[in-house]
């Protein structure tokens, strides 16, 4: 396991760069899919991170409790070397409930983790929706517990996410995820 920090390209305002993905429910997903919320959670995760795995409940939390908030899984890791992350696990992890989010996708080609300058999971980015398009409103850790086996005390993205939906600025440093590197497949 390689430990990893987030370093995104995106910055504040940036809009949320498009893509095409089948979720596990066999149906594919793009931005425009999630036109209907007022913020979008974007988080690059997967199935077998120890740093993934301890954020499943509050995201699953987040997803349910927020209804103007999509919350959206993308695993991006290569599952021929990590069949942990297969799209089969993958649905898996939603048909017995450990995954409850709004859509979990598949990042089959990596294109999209590297469009958005993820190399971490978790790696999570929070947008607003400004008129029909979804800008950068956060990009950070979830919450203060930084190993998997801590008890976090603060959540930022819960800030975060009060923040956009009450239509003001995020007032937050954005101090970095931590989680396992993504794993990049090599051609």
Known sequence: MVLRESDSELEAGDPAPD???????????????????????????????????????????????????????????????????????????????????????????????????????????LFRRENDTFRLAYHGRLDDALNPEDDPTRFHVREAIESVLADESVDLEWQPSRGCSIKWRED
């Open 19 to 125: 893509f095409e993905l089948d979720g596990v429910d066999g149906e594919p997903y793009t931005l425009e899919s999630f036109s209907d919320a007022e913020a979008l959670l974007l988080v690059f995760t997967c199935n077998h991170c120890p740093y993934a795995e301890a954020k499943f409940d509050l995201l699953n939390e987040l997803a349910a409790e927020y209804d103007e908030l999509a919350v959206v899984g993308i695993n991006p890791n290569d599952a021929e070397e990590y069949p942990e992350d297969s799209f089969e696990k993958m649905r898996e992890y939603v048909d017995d409930g450990t995954i409850r989010y709004d859509a979990y996708l598949r990042d089959e080609t990596q294109t999209v983790a590297e469009a958005y300058g993820a190399v971490c999971t978790p790696d999570p980015f």
